[in-house]
């Protein structure tokens, strides 16, 4: 895939690799990043990948848009692209009572079982997009096709952290108390925001994730420990 | 070592702990946050002889009232035009002076300006996260919010007499338009709204806070449906959204978002533009990236000067008169 390049100001290039989300796009985003941080053009000061799209930051006082142009060029020649490299993370899920409360809801939308819409989302293949929005907010696609629901007309407000959400192809597990317009099917109790320096977030762009079943006695018992952790 | 200690009376919304920020994190959905006034900011520290970065606290307009309870530290306030009573001495902001234990210290909205800069002459400790100390307002990560009530330490304080007195005020930035590059989505905008961006003008809404600052007037319609899959934001990103209404976000933005962007502010017009207060009119002027480039490396180059003239302490007041009299011959009666 060739990349468009677009100047942001004088501070950021936008490398966009297609129009519409693909995996390949997406692919080539991730390896593009990848690229630049084994291989960092002088005076880059971050990179963020996005769906189709990845931002090259850097300090206008020691290059410029030309340069770094040049540089991903160059990159993008040699890239290696490949899908499933991430990461397999797995992140355990409460889906029953007060956990869930769209759960019947997306069951009725879809014409399954509230049963069936669970054993669809354990069974989804997971991969982070981008993050966005706040810290940790880490935009899954993967959502299989049948329980697949649009966002609601108007957002319900103080949805806790933690929550397990979903609308349309995309799922995420949010980290702060938030108002969302996505379905509320469960709730998490593995940390996003890991709280660990050496690697403060959990999940990295293009990681595969899993979601694992845990009952509210196991949801109980581990939010205790974390939080005495 | 020395230690002064604070009591927070009263705090509005959005008097935050603030260092230079947490770049690199973007890419986990974290916004680099800092101070909305980097100018500013690093001036409180300059005029201290501070090394730079260090955490300060950002005023908004709802205002800071300190008591302070243990020692004496000097300490600098910096950004827009605000008000400062210390002590029963009425002042403004750009000014440098010593609080002692049981003396009082406002800071409020004064005749122009947003954000002020409180720095001291010490280390100012606050709550960590990802290895800066700079709030995101929206999480409450990093330092935080001050709430009255709160009390909070500087450590290792000095006192510098020989800096007291008015801050010389930056005197290198542009009074015109704000300047922007057009794009990343220009080319989806109606031909006229590019046009009418660049030359209508433009009213700050209240709708301003860390995250961005909403503007009102011509709505800016996008040329059929448009829908682009979520791309990285940055501060400066202005986006559009489905009602036409131009929004610039600032140090706390989201990092992504599918709202397309008719431009980005240019770097160095960004401490000038978050210093406009709500209400208030503005324009925009479209440059080429290359000129936004020289822009920023000029003023780079402007505001290490600056910087550096206003890092050399003046001398104690004994000393500025006596070189005062040399100079202008004498001033005492």
Redesign the interface.
């Known amino acids: 895939m060739e990349p468009q390049f677009?100047?942001?100001?004088?501070?950021?290039l936008?490398v966009?690799f297609a129009k519409?989300?693909s995996d390949e796009a997406h692919a080539y985003v991730i390896a593009l990043d990848k690229a630049l941080a084994a291989n960092a053009p002088q005076g880059m000061?971050?990179?963020?990948?996005?769906?189709?799209?990845?931002?090259v930051?850097f300090d206008?006082?020691t290059t410029?848009?030309a340069a770094i142009e040049a540089h991903v060029h160059q990159c993008v020649r040699g890239l290696k692209v490949q899908t499933s490299v991430g990461v397999r993370r797995v992140v355990q899920v409460c889906y029953d009572g007060p956990f869930s409360p769209d759960l019947d809801a997306v069951a009725n939308a879809t014409g399954l079982s509230a049963q069936a819409v669970i054993n669809a989302h354990l069974a989804g293949d997971f991969r982070v997009l981008?993050?966005?929005?706040?810290?940790?907010?880490?935009?899954l696609s993967g959502v299989p096709a049948p329980i697949q629901v649009p966002r609601k007309p108007a957002p319900v407000r103080d949805v806790p952290a933690g929550s397990v959400i979903i609308a349309g192809p995309q799922c995420l597990v949010t980290?702060?108390t938030m108002p969302t317009g996505w379905s509320i099917i469960g709730r998490s109790p593995t940390a996003i925001l890991t709280g660990d320096?050496s690697q403060?977030?959990l999940f990295d762009?293009g990681d595969q994730v899993t979601f694992e079943r845990i009952d509210t006695a196991t949801f109980a018992r581990i939010s205790k420990d974390s939080s005495h952790g | 070592m020395a230690e002064a200690a604070f009591t927070v009376s009263f705090a509005g919304p959005l008097v935050t702990f603030q260092d230079s920020g947490r770049p690199g994190n973007m890419r986990y959905g974290v916004a680099a946050s800092g101070p909305m006034d980097r100018l500013a900011f690093d001036a409180a520290h300059a005029a201290l002889g501070n090394t730079p970065g260090l955490t300060a606290i950002e005023i908004s307009l709802g205002s800071l009232n300190l008591h302070c309870t243990e020692g004496a530290v000097t300490l600098a306030i910096t950004g827009g035009d605000f008000s400062v009573q210390h002590a029963g001495q009425k002042s403004s902001s750009w000014t440098i002076l010593t609080i002692r234990k049981g003396e009082r210290l406002a800071i409020s909205a004064g005749k122009a300006g947003s954000w002020a800069y409180l720095a001291f002459a010490g280390m100012l400790d606050a709550k960590d996260w990802l290895g800066s100390q700079a709030t995101h307002s929206i999480s409450g990560f990093g330092g935080g919010a001050l709430q009255a009530g709160q009390t909070f330490k500087v450590s290792d304080t000095a006192i510098r007499e020989d800096r007291l007195g008015e801050i010389m005020r930056p005197n290198f930035l542009p009074d015109g338009p704000i300047r922007v590059v057009t794009g990343p989505q220009d080319q989806h905008f109606a031909s006229d709204s590019v046009t009418h961006f660049t030359s209508d003008t433009y009213k700050l809404t209240d709708a301003y806070d860390r995250m961005g600052m909403r503007l009102g007037g011509p709505a800016l319609h996008l040329d059929g449906a448009l829908s682009i899959p979520s791309e990285p934001i940055v501060r400066g990103s202005v986006q559009v959204s489905g009602d036409g209404v131009p929004t610039v976000l600032l140090a706390d933005h989201q990092t992504t978002g599918g709202y397309p962007k008719i431009a980005t502010v240019i770097s160095s017009d960004i401490d000038r533009l978050v210093q406009f207060r709500s209400g208030q009119t503005l324009r925009f002027k479209a440059m080429t990236s290359q000129q936004a480039t020289d822009e920023a490396r000029h003023y780079a180059t402007q505001k290490a000067r600056y910087l550096a003239q206003i890092s050399v302490a003046r001398g104690s007041f004994e000393q500025r008169l006596m070189r005062e009299n040399l100079i202008h011959g004498c001033i005492l009666d």
């Open positions: 677009k100047a942001i100001a004088d501070h950021a936008l966009t519409d989300i000061i971050e990179t963020v990948p996005a769906m189709v799209n990845l931002l930051s206008p006082i410029d848009h981008m993050y966005g929005f706040a810290p940790g907010y880490a935009y980290t702060l320096p403060p977030f762009v």
